[in-house]
């Protein structure tokens, strides 16, 4: 896991999602949805970091494509939006029995 974390309410050890609060950004459980805490956006993993992760779960561009519209990936953002965007598309293929499928 690039970012774990061991979530106070529900106590799964997971990664979580991330989403905007205003100018910050929060994490959320990836279990129960609850607050976890914000998070520094500079920590943010890199596209190209992310982009490797998910080559990690599944070496095929087909799946890849396939996953993105299963979650409703947008493509075409920029900046904090496209990290955001990856990392859930990151977390879908983590969850979606796609991994060393
Ligand atoms: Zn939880």
Known sequence: ??????CHVC???????????GPH????CNACGKYVKF??????????EIKLSIWG???DVETIEQAKKECGFVDGLT??????QYWRLYLYMRSA???NA
Not at 1 to 6: F, K, L, Q
Not at 11 to 21: L, R, S
Not at 25 to 28: A, G, V
């Open 1 to 6: 896991m690039m970012i774990p974390y061991e």
């Open 11 to 21: 106590g799964v050890v997971d990664e979580a999602k991330f989403v905007y609060a």
């Open 25 to 28: 950004i929060k994490q959320l």
């Open 39 to 48: 998070f520094n956006k500079a920590l943010i993993p890199d596209v190209k």
């Open 57 to 59: 779960i599944k070496k």
């Open 79 to 84: 900046g904090l939006d496209e990290k955001i």
């Open 97 to 99: 029995d796609y991994e």
